[in-house]
């Protein structure tokens, strides 16, 4: 049997999915979490064969918790299920240790097929979304200009996100310029907004 644990913060998809993976006969459903940090409480407590998970979600995304699963070197592969046809996404799951990325109209033929191919040791993304990634480039943000620009999102001042971010204003500033000038925004909220729509956030 592969054992699954599945994180998904609509409960209703989240059911849905679960049930369609029970009716394989080869998959059990040994955990279910409705936000990143409980996924990865269940990973560790259960090891499961895959972690089927969504990108955005409270708390960790599922780009976090696979990145801290690889971290970790647990023998759990992640299987990315979204909405979020955005290929900086896809780029950021594959250098978190993703294996798996497919979107939330595949038939679940597709699905249970990408999870065995995952669970073999192969990888499953979805062909399209494949080309785009190609196609759009790499993320020109650091690792800091993100966490800044996510904390901007929220409407936070500098003064704000350097306490957050153990930085002083001023580098929280230098930080959220130069992602603006990256991505050719005229501000940190046009920024956003440009990292947003990329999957780079």
């Given amino acids: 049997m592969i054992r699954i644990v599945i994180a998904e913060d609509q409960a209703m998809v989240?059911?849905?999915i679960a049930s369609l993976l029970t009716l394989e006969g080869d998959m059990t459903i040994v955990g279910r979490a409705l936000d990143?940090?409980?996924?990865?409480?269940?990973?560790r407590e259960y090891m499961p064969d895959i972690l089927l998970t969504d990108i955005e979600m409270p708390g960790r995304s599922g780009i976090d918790v696979a990145a801290a699963l690889?971290?970790?070197?647990?023998s759990t592969r992640v299987v990315i299920v979204t909405t979020f046809a955005r290929p900086g996404y896809l780029a950021r799951a594959r250098a978190a240790g993703v294996r798996?990325?497919?979107?939330?109209?595949?038939p679940v033929e597709r699905l249970a097929t990408a999870i065995r191919t995952v669970r073999g040791g192969g990888r499953a993304i979805d062909a399209d979304l494949a080309a785009e990634?190609?196609?759009?480039g790499p993320d020109p943000l650091t690792d800091r200009e993100r966490d800044a620009l996510?904390?901007?999102?929220?409407g936070l001042p500098n003064r704000e996100i350097g306490l957050r971010l153990s930085l002083s204003p001023g580098t929280v500033r230098n930080y959220l310029s130069e992602a603006a000038a990256k991505l050719g925004a005229a501000n940190r909220i046009e920024a956003g907004r440009?990292?947003?729509a990329n999957g780079w956030l």
């Fill in 14 to 16: 989240m059911g849905a």
């Fill in 36 to 43: 990143g940090d409980t996924a990865l409480a269940l990973v």
């Fill in 70 to 74: 690889s971290a970790e070197h647990l």
């Fill in 100 to 106: 798996g990325y497919l979107l939330k109209d595949t």
């Fill in 133 to 136: 990634a190609w196609e759009a």
């Fill in 150 to 154: 996510r904390l901007a999102e929220e």
């Fill in 194 to 196: 440009i990292a947003r």
